[in-house]
Nanobody
Framework: QVQLVESGGGLVQAGGSLRLSCLASGSIFSINTMAWYRQAPGNQRESVAT???????NYVSSVKGRFTISRDNAKNTAYLQMNSLKPEDTAVYYC??????????????WGQGTQVTVSS
């Protein structure tokens, strides 16, 4: 059994910052790619940022230069530092991880989501 738990969402004014965290726990052998997705009302879920185990990152163009994804492999945790937030960043943010379990099978796991609301 593996769980992803996000934290750090909330309400912030435009131009402000938030830091999201995603903690993976359970029967984990190793964690491969970790990612943050978001879904706004009426929109499809989109990939915001990804990070490989060795730290290679990728971002959707709308957040480049404002968001930074990082991870601490020793803590099984990923982070998303969000600066210069805009009202259009308002969404539920989900953590995703590709995890090799102790059964030596790789599964795709999702967190429950954390709400980020940016007021204008």
């Amino acid at each position: 059994q593996v769980q992803l738990v996000e934290s750090g969402g909330g309400l912030v004014q435009a131009g402000g910052s938030l830091r999201l965290s995603c903690l993976a726990s359970g029967s984990i052998f190793s964690i491969n790619t970790m990612a943050w997705y978001r879904q706004a009302p009426g929109n499809q879920r989109e990939s915001v940022a990804t990070i490989t185990r060795v730290g290679n990152t990728n971002y959707v163009s709308s957040v480049k230069g404002r968001f930074t994804i990082s991870r601490d492999n020793a803590k099984n945790t990923a982070y998303l530092q969000m600066n210069s937030l805009k009202p259009e960043d308002t969404a539920v943010y989900y953590c995703n991880a590709k995890i090799l379990t102790t059964s030596l099978v790789t599964y795709d796991y999702w967190g429950q989501g954390t709400q980020v609301t940016v007021s204008s």
